[in-house]
């Protein structure tokens, strides 16, 4: 396939639970301009335009579900809005990568392996050429209502990129979809331009005739499809995942207690959300702020004593225990060893 395929066997385990800056843009966008509130929105982790900027910015996959939900509950057609809302570029590279080959199906084959540069690996993108075309896409999201708007996005993305990519009006020749028949599916027949869609089917599909999947792209240009997968591959290597609600409540807390001001209120504050919300978004992932503090404490601890040029006293005082029995007391708890143990 050539050298600008060799990084995609590799993994990167820090972007697999992420996706894209501009597909969560897009998400978010679609969602303000349908209702959704700025302040629900801003609550979500990395969707403020300082985190959006550049692709090499990772955002957690819980943040675009979190998106997804708020606008498939906002207003009907979600999916469609938001496939509507994406012309070509808008996903930058892999929008490219989806058009520039010899064909559709060479280009969809050739782009597979760089799925990740959109969103997270668990999000199935499956491809079946057998004479005809068929694009297969599996969302994590569990919501079912959530996940009948991911899907009918997704495909009806693959229908746009087709069209544009080919320059002519392609019409699938099968859509089957996962969820059951909403009362009134006209919109989706329009969207797809095709009379009948299968619902409760196994897999969500769409189905392109081998005229359209092997017809020459007048785009093609495999120079720049050769730069574009270079650009993946580094863009893959380079990524950088933004902390999600609870790495950045730890973070936080750890410099809270370094400052010396480890109230639940002082966090709550650099987090810029109330006491009351972070302690359910704890809660919703499955711990407390007390259960946090003294893991935070406990790495603290260890750290200091490690370094070994402060007191037990010194080390308690700074992490606000009331003197160094109360340490000791829950350096034990923790290890099961005295402090000492931790000294260099």
Same mark, same amino acid.
């Given at each position: 396939?050539?050298?600008?395929?060799?990084?995609?066997?590799?993994?990167?385990?820090?972007?697999?639970?992420?996706?894209?800056?501009?597909?969560?843009?897009?998400?978010?966008?679609?969602?303000?301009?349908?209702?959704?509130?700025?302040?629900?929105?801003? +609550?979500?982790?990395?969707?403020?335009?300082?985190?959006?900027?550049?692709?090499?910015?990772?955002?957690?996959?819980?943040?675009?579900?979190?998106?997804?939900?708020?606008?498939?509950?906002?207003?009907?057609?979600?999916?469609?809005?938001?496939?509507?809302?994406?012309?070509?570029?808008?996903?930058?590279?892999?929008?490219?990568?989806?058009?520039?080959?010899?064909?559709?199906?060479?280009?969809?084959?050739?782009?597979?392996?760089?799925?990740?540069?959109?969103?997270?690996?668990?999000?199935?993108?499956?491809?079946?050429?057998?004479?005809?075309?068929?694009?297969?896409?599996?969302?994590?999201?569990?919501?079912?209502?959530?996940?009948?708007?991911?899907?009918?996005?997704?495909?009806?993305?693959?229908?746009?990129?087709?069209?544009?990519?080919?320059?002519?009006?392609?019409?699938?020749?099968?859509?089957?979809?996962?969820?059951?028949?909403?009362?009134?599916?006209?919109?989706?027949?329009?969207?797809?331009?095709?009379?009948?869609?299968?619902?409760?089917?196994?897999?969500?599909?769409?189905?392109?005739?081998?005229?359209? +999947?092997?017809?020459?792209?007048?785009?093609?240009?495999?120079?720049?499809?050769?730069?574009?997968?270079?650009?993946?591959?580094?863009?893959?290597?380079?990524?950088?995942?933004?902390?999600?609600?609870?790495?950045?409540?730890?973070? +936080?807390?750890?410099?809270?207690?370094?400052?010396?001001?480890?109230?639940?209120?002082?966090?709550?504050?650099?987090?810029?959300?109330?006491?009351?919300?972070?302690?359910?978004?704890?809660?919703?992932?499955?711990?407390?702020?007390?259960?946090?503090?003294?893991?935070?404490?406990?790495?603290?601890?260890?750290?200091?004593?490690?370094?070994?040029?402060?007191?037990?006293?010194?080390?308690?005082?700074?992490?606000?225990?009331?003197?160094?029995?109360?340490?000791?007391? +829950?350096?034990?708890?923790?290890?099961?060893?005295?402090?000492?143990?931790?000294?260099?």
């Amino acid at each position: 396939m050539g050298d600008g395929f060799s990084k995609t066997d590799q993994s990167f385990p820090g972007i697999d639970a992420t996706a894209s800056t501009q597909l969560i843009r897009l998400v978010r966008d679609v969602a303000l301009r349908s209702g959704v509130g700025a302040d629900e929105v801003a +609550a979500v982790p990395g969707t403020d335009d300082a985190v959006l900027t550049g692709e090499l910015n990772r955002i957690p996959l819980n943040s675009l579900v979190r998106l997804w939900e708020l606008l498939a509950y906002a207003r009907p057609g979600a999916g469609l809005a938001v496939a509507a809302a994406a012309p070509l570029g808008t996903l930058t590279t892999w929008d490219y990568l989806v058009t520039t080959g010899p064909t559709l199906a060479d280009a969809l084959r050739s782009a597979q392996p760089y799925h990740r540069l959109v969103t997270a690996a668990a999000e199935g993108f499956d491809l079946s050429d057998d004479g005809e075309l068929t694009v297969g896409f599996r969302t994590t999201a569990g919501d079912p209502v959530v996940a009948a708007a991911v899907n009918e996005y997704v495909l009806a993305y693959y229908l746009r990129r087709a069209r544009e990519a080919t320059g002519r009006p392609v019409r699938p020749t099968r859509v089957t979809f996962g969820h059951a028949a909403p009362r009134n599916h006209k919109a989706l027949t329009e969207a797809f331009y095709i009379a009948d869609i299968e619902f409760d089917a196994p897999a969500d599909t769409i189905t392109f005739a081998a005229a359209d +999947a092997t017809a020459p792209l007048p785009r093609a240009d495999p120079m720049l499809a050769g730069l574009l997968r270079s650009h993946a591959d580094l863009v893959l290597a380079s990524a950088r995942p933004i902390p999600g609600p609870l790495e950045a409540f730890r973070i +936080a807390l750890d410099a809270a207690i370094t400052a010396g001001d480890p109230s639940l209120s002082t966090v709550a504050h650099r987090l810029a959300v109330s006491p009351r919300t972070l302690q359910r978004q704890l809660a919703e992932h499955g711990t407390t702020w007390r259960h946090e503090f003294d893991l935070v404490r406990y790495e603290q601890a260890k750290t200091l004593l490690a370094q070994g040029h402060l007191t037990t006293a010194a080390i308690a005082g700074r992490l606000g225990f009331t003197d160094d029995r109360a340490l000791r007391k +829950a350096f034990r708890r923790w290890s099961g060893a005295a402090p000492s143990a931790a000294r260099p």
